[in-house]
């Protein structure tokens, strides 16, 4: 049959997809995935015996993995992310994590089959098919088609709002085996609040008003995973703190003209590019893995315009255009300036390295005074979120010829009750970074530059850049542990 008719012909309701999971088989949603699948698989799991492995990347919902009304067979495992929906879950222990990076994701899968599980079934969000019966991924394409296309059964949820994005991002109706067909207008504004606590729930209203937003489509994830402050932050609603500006200030005297950065969603690296911390730079490209809000207008305005890159000259490069603003989507739509490659690409070490001065901006948790970063875990043991492709990037900066890879971070937290930069790590604390790729460091104090730098040297280089409230402590356990 030709590819018109296997679509119709394989169209199933959610509840028909859920039907296809069995005990004993591993189930996929990638980040950014649809609504109705997972609460249709949740209802239907109450009623199956036998184990089932589900794995899942910053989930958007709980429709119920959480609750524990569900069987004890339900094995969760978390990767790349955990994100704010998923970290009940691992606090309470009813989920695991696999520390596994995007661009080798699939290394035990492809080399080393008999030591990992197939992958049964991973359900995906796509565009409806094109005139060739191509869908693509839009804007949050991930690592979508690297599942889809290793699963035994695929089965793609439509979604008509799909943004049109380019790049490599197609892939054949024919290489799915279901399609579940979203309903138009699948959630309202309303639907939204509805699933949120009643005192969250005002504040969104009220910011939903502020916004002038006639619809969330896009930020619907981000508007039930974050605070109100953050949403406020993200939308350019909410005055960013005085530290943040200063850290942006350090940052502009940082990157240097013609660089190609990637830059971090988290806090403070993704409030950057609003704060001004590009606006007077020349020449510079993008390679990132996602980005922050007004990237994609530096694009429209020729600060990001690619000229001086070594591959992908004069394009915007991303795994998913995942951290736009409302206005970022705009100009995104349909725009061949802005390409989207899988992430076992993009992330690539040698990929990262062989752009001419590529310049990592990525945020942290702390650091200690050998250089020493995480990203990921506090109070020692607690699993925050996942490294998500902040060491590859990190590393295949600091690789790069020219390049650099800068962390921020404010020099306080809780308050200014807790210092950031750290004698020692707790214990059981995750490194993200080792120290031997500690590069630059930027607080709201100034700029520290490790690279080079021996542990009396960098301890020295932290203090400096550390709340001053902290320095006298820290540099008698410098003095201890170093003399």
């Known amino acids: ?61 709980d429709p119920g993995w959480g609750s524990g009304s ?3 067979d339900l094995s969760i495992e978390f990767e790349i992310f955990i994100g704010n929906v998923g970290r009940p879950l691992h606090d309470r222990k009813l989920a695991a ?22 992958v049964d079934i991973v359900f995906v969000t796509t565009s409806p098919p094109n005139a060739q019966g191509f869908v693509c991924f839009g804007a949050h394409q991930w690592n979508k088609r690297m599942y889809a296309r290793r699963a035994r059964c695929a089965v793609a949820e439509i979604d008509r709002s799909t943004l049109r994005t380019h790049g490599d991002v197609y ?20 639907d939204v609040l509805a699933r949120m606590e009643p005192q969250k729930r005002e504040a969104v209203r009220e910011i939903i008003a502020q916004a002038g937003l006639a619809r969330v489509g896009r930020i619907t994830a981000y508007l039930e995973r974050s605070s109100p402050h953050d949403v406020r ?27 190609t950065i990637q830059i971090g969603i988290g806090d403070p690296s993704a409030q950057m590019a609003r704060l001004g911390a590009f606006d007077a730079k020349h020449d510079l490209g993008l390679h990132t893995e996602m980005v922050a809000p007004k990237i994609a207008k530096l694009v429209d305005a020729g600060v990001i315009n690619g000229r001086k890159k070594t591959i992908h000259c004069g394009k915007a490069i991303a795994v998913a255009w995942s951290g736009s603003d409302p206005e970022d989507y705009k100009i995104i739509d349909d725009n061949p300036r802005f390409e989207l ?23 942290a948790i702390s650091l200690d005074l050998t250089g020493q970063i995480t990203a990921e875990s506090v109070g020692g043991v607690r699993l925050i979120n996942g490294t998500g492709g902040l060491p590859e990037l990190h590393i295949g900066a600091f690789l790069s010829r020219g390049g650099r890879a800068i962390t921020l971070l404010p020099s306080t937290a809780l308050d200014g009750r ?8 707790e214990a059981g604390a995750l490194v993200t970074i080792p120290r031997f790729f500690a590069d630059t460091v930027i607080t709201e104090y100034g700029i520290a530059r490790l690279l080079g730098k021996n542990h009396r040297e960098r301890a020295a280089e932290l203090i400096a850049v550390a709340h001053p409230d902290f320095r006298l402590e820290l540099r008698r356990a410098a003095q201890e542990m170093f003399g």
Do not use: C
């Open 97 to 118: 994590y696999l520390p596994n990076l995007f661009s080798t994701s699939f290394k035990v899968h492809d080399e080393r089959p008999a030591e990992d599980k197939p």
């Open 233 to 259: 932050l993200m939308l350019g609603l909410a005055e960013p703190p005085q530290e943040f500006k200063a850290i942006a200030g350090y940052l502009s005297e940082t990157v240097e003209d013609g660089a």
């Open 341 to 363: 490659y899988d992430p076992d690409y993009v992330l690539d070490l040698g990929t990262v390295r062989a752009n001419h001065k590529q310049t990592a901006i990525n945020s």
């Open 418 to 425: 807790v210092s950031r930069i750290v004698a020692r790590l």
């Open 171 to 190: 892939m054949h109706v024919s290489e799915f085996e279901y399609f579940v067909d979203l309903p138009p207008n699948l959630e309202t504004i309303e």
């Open 70 to 72: 569900l069987s004890a």
């Open 1 to 61: 049959m030709n590819w018109e008719e296997h679509y119709k012909a394989r169209q199933i309701s959610p509840e028909q997809a859920a039907e296809l999971v069995k005990p004993g088989m591993r189930v996929h949603f990638p980040p950014m995935h649809g609504p109705l699948v997972p609460r249709a698989l949740a209802a239907r799991v109450q009623k199956l015996e036998g184990p089932i492995d589900l794995r899942l990347a910053s989930p958007l919902l």
